[in-house]
C-alpha cells in the first residue's frame, strides 16, 4: 500500500460522517463543528481539529474526498518513492494537518465575532494537499468544469476565487478562509519539510 495516509483519511472522514451525521445527530454536529466565537469565547480548541472531519452532506464529503484521494494518493506515493520507508507518508500527514489548523484558524480570524457563523469540512486540509502537489507538478494539466488548465493556472484561480469569496457575499456558503489559509499553510509546510521543494519548483519553470 503506497499511500497509507490518504486511505486512512479518506476512511475516517467517511466514517466520520455517517457517524456523526448532521440530519441524525445535530447535538453532536453542532458540538464538533467549527463555531470561531464559541473557540474564542468557550475555549472550545478542539473545534479546529473536530470540524475537519465533519461534512454538511453527501455531496459535500464525495467532492472532499474525490479531491484528497486523486491528488493525495498522488502526492503521498511521490513521497514515499522520495523517501526511506514510510517517512513520505509522514511528511504528508504533516503537511494535511498544517494545511488542516492553517485552515481553521484563518477562519477563526475572520469570523471569531460571529456568533451565527459556523464551518465544516476537510476542505482546507485538501487544500493544501492540492497546492503542496501542484509545487511538485505545476505544469500538469488539471480540468475545471472540464476546462484543461495547467496546475500553477489553478492556483491562481483558486486564490484569486477565495481572497474574492472573502469579501463578497455572493459565491454561498462557502468556506474561503479554510480554502485559502490550507492553502497557504499546505505551500509553507511543504516548503520548509520537503528538502528541495523549492527547486523542483523553480526548475519547471526553467525549463519552460
Known amino acids: 500500500m503506497d499511500s497509507p495516509v490518504t486511505l486512512v483519511l479518506v ?3 467517511a466514517i466520520a ?6 440530519n441524525k445527530n445535530i447535538v453532536y454536529f453542532e458540538k464538533f463543528a467549527e463555531w470561531p466565537c464559541q473557540i474564542i469565547h468557550n475555549n472550545r480548541y478542539y473545534q479546529l481539529l473536530s470540524s475537519a472531519f465533519l461534512h454538511a452532506n453527501l455531496m459535500h464529503l464525495f467532492f472532499n474526498m474525490f479531491a484528497l484521494f ?10 514515499n518513492m522520495n523517501f526511506d520507508g514510510y517517512m513520505g507518508s509522514i511528511y504528508f500527514a504533516l503537511i494535511y494537518a498544517i494545511s488542516l489548523f492553517a485552515g481553521s484558524i484563518l477562519t477563526v480570524v475572520f469570523h471569531f465575532n460571529n456568533p451565527n457563523y459556523v464551518a465544516v469540512g476537510a476542505s482546507g486540509a485538501v487544500s493544501g494537499i492540492v497546492f503542496s502537489y501542484i509545487i511538485f507538478f505545476p505544469t500538469s494539466t488539471l480540468y475545471v468544469f472540464f476546462i484543461p488548465m495547467p496546475a500553477f493556472v489553478f492556483a491562481i484561480l483558486w486564490i484569486a476565487f477565495s481572497i474574492y469569496g472573502m469579501k463578497s457575499s455572493r459565491l454561498g456558503k462557502i468556506g474561503h478562509e479554510a480554502h485559502l489559509g490550507g492553502a497557504i499553510g499546505g505551500v509553507i509546510a511543504t516548503l520548509l519539510l520537503i528538502d ?10 526553467n525549463a519552460l
Open 11 to 13: 476512511a475516517a472522514n
Open 17 to 22: 460522517y455517517f457517524i456523526v451525521n448532521p
Open 70 to 79: 486523486t491528488f493525495g494518493s498522488t502526492l503521498e506515493r511521490f513521497f
Open 196 to 205: 528541495g521543494a523549492t527547486r523542483v519548483l523553480l526548475n519547471h519553470f
